[in-house]
């Protein structure tokens, strides 16, 4: 004997929304599996695969903390990039450009322990191994007074001591971190910005699959053959 169960039209409704839903949950993780494996790119890495320069501009890199830096701009007539955004803080007009973190880069240029990385067509930013920047000390304070809030963060000091441009042969090691000036000042454009926020703290993350997909072309011989043969 047969029983036959009918659910009624609402309850079948919920079963085929649960059902959706765990179809969408299954396909999230499965994207997310297929992602890019991501790991700090680091001087030993390089090394340790023997990356030339040439090998370092066909790797897929990310940034890993979201960069943003600022300038103060005399007048809102000044020419910015359509990228860029213009601010008004405290009475001040101020260009601000934010680059994501996991935003895709590529190396435009290489030299020693630096590389330039672009993020959008016609720029890039240095990024220079090295150890990990440490907190700056804190301002001192005056005795029973509070310090008012900075109204205009990128004029004030960095919140990490960057990583110095290297030196030639200077002992390399580390990842490769934004490369700032002493008071936290970035050259992009051709333009000085202040990095504010976090972006001290930014790094290269590399594919690790295009790293050994690079490895891989440049490691196999594709094998010489006698005239005729």
């Known amino acids: 004997m ?12 919920l079963a085929r929304a649960v059902s959706s839903l765990a179809l969408l ?19 030993e890495l390089r090394v340790q695969h023997n990356l030339s320069d040439r090998d370092v501009k066909n790797l897929q890199f990310y940034v890993s903390h979201r960069v943003a830096l600022r300038r103060e701009l005399e007048s809102a007539s000044s020419q910015i990039t359509s990228s860029h955004k213009l601010l008004l803080v405290s009475g001040k007009i101020i260009e601000e450009v934010i680059v994501e ?61 960057g990583p110095p441009g290297p030196r030639e042969g200077a002992g390399l090691g580390g990842s490769y971190w934004l490369s700032t000036g002493p008071g936290g000042e970035v050259r992009y454009q051709g333009k000085l910005f202040s990095a504010i926020d976090d972006s001290l703290r930014a790094h290269l993350l590399i594919d690790a699959d295009s790293l050994e997909e690079v490895v891989e072309r440049r490691t196999v011989l594709p094998g010489v053959r006698l005239p005729g043969r």
């Open 2 to 13: 047969c029983f036959r169960v009918r659910l009624p039209a609402a309850p079948r409704r």
């Open 25 to 43: 949950a299954l396909a999230a993780l499965l994207l997310l599996g297929c992602g890019p494996r991501l790991v700090p790119f680091t001087h």
């Open 101 to 161: 973190d996991l935003t895709p880069g590529v190396a435009v240029a290489a030299r020693g322990g630096a590389l330039s990385v672009s993020f959008e067509p016609g720029a890039s930013l240095t990024f220079s191994a090295g150890p990990e920047p440490e907190p700056a000390a804190p301002a001192p304070q005056l005795s029973g007074f509070a310090t008012p809030p900075e109204p205009f963060p990128a004029s004030a000091g960095p919140l990490l001591a």
